[in-house]
């Protein structure tokens, strides 16, 4: 798992890509840690290049998001395919998280609320 950074204004994307499996799980669990104590409460997912998600993936992702609502804060996902979306369905937290196609929407949602 290759995890990019790119801090635009109040907001972290972090691009995926390979597979979200049991290394790629610390990987992200890792960034979004450092997103949490850099103060970085808005976070964009870039999930184009992800080949495989696991439910250990799913599970952190969750985890994650609830940990950033607490703080007032939010992920957005960008660019599931359409394996990561049954996924998402079969583990039933779709209605959990906001998708959009591009990362300028994602960003421009969180500048929106702003």
Do not use: H, W
Request: include cysteine; glycine fraction near 10%.
């Amino acid at each position: 798992m290759r995890i990019e950074r790119a801090d635009l204004g109040p907001v972290t994307v972090l691009r995926l890509a390979g597979d979200l499996d049991e290394r790629g799980v610390d990987a992200l669990r890792t960034a979004m840690y450092e997103c949490l104590t850099q103060g970085r409460f808005k976070v964009v997912l870039g999930l184009r290049d992800v080949g495989f998600i696991s439910y250990l993936g799913v599970g952190v992702m969750v985890e994650r998001l609830r940990k950033l609502r607490d703080l007032g804060g939010d992920v957005k996902l960008v660019n599931i395919n359409l394996y990561t979306e049954r996924l998402f369905r079969m583990a039933g937290v779709t209605s959990l998280f906001e998708t959009y196609d591009s990362e300028s929407q994602a960003i421009g949602v969180f500048q929106e609320a702003a």
